[in-house]
């Protein structure tokens, strides 16, 4: 049995990171919509106001996934949460528990620190993704539906009258 190891991404993490983004996006069939690079995450994660944080998991001494989360609020509940963003464990070292391990030590993180919920998203084709949260279980949040402004639809919002 291999030995999972968690811990902080440090900024000497961001090239690592970038590279389990980039996989991440090859597998969600994405790629082409990933435009940051090693220095943009670097900025974002470990730059002067980080609004997000990144944890790196590892088998033994390999670097083999990764997780990004954020703080997320709750009026409802008057608490915190905290929403993972991306999860994500090279195909090579799948079903050895880091998918777990990572997604543990976040509910152990949000237990912890008192949040209120612990949240993420998952693509309605990804069926192994969706079977491993509702092993640990987790429940589909069916009745909401996710909304975005991103890009040009962005900008223009933005700056309407």
């Known amino acids: 049995m291999a030995d999972i190891h968690i811990r902080a991404a440090v900024p000497e993490d961001s090239g690592l990171i970038f590279h389990f983004v980039r996989e991440l996006a090859i597998y969600e069939k994405a790629l082409d919509e990933v435009v940051t690079d090693e220095a943009g995450l670097r900025e974002a994660l470990f730059g002067d106001k980080p609004l ?91 009745e909401w539906v996710g909304y975005r402004l991103s890009g040009q639809a962005l900008q223009d919002f933005a700056n309407a009258d």
């Open 52 to 142: 997000a944080h990144g944890l790196i998991c590892s088998l033994d001494d390999t670097p083999v996934g990764f997780a990004i989360y954020f703080y997320n609020f709750s009026t409802w509940l008057g608490k915190y949460g905290i929403f993972l963003e991306d999860l994500y464990v090279s195909p090579d070292y799948r079903g050895h528990g880091a998918g777990k391990a990572l997604l543990q030590y976040l509910a152990r993180q949000t237990v912890v620190e008192g949040c209120g919920r612990f949240e993420w998203n998952v693509l309605d084709w990804n069926e192994p993704s969706i079977r491993f949260y509702e092993a640990c279980g987790a429940v589909a949040m069916s």
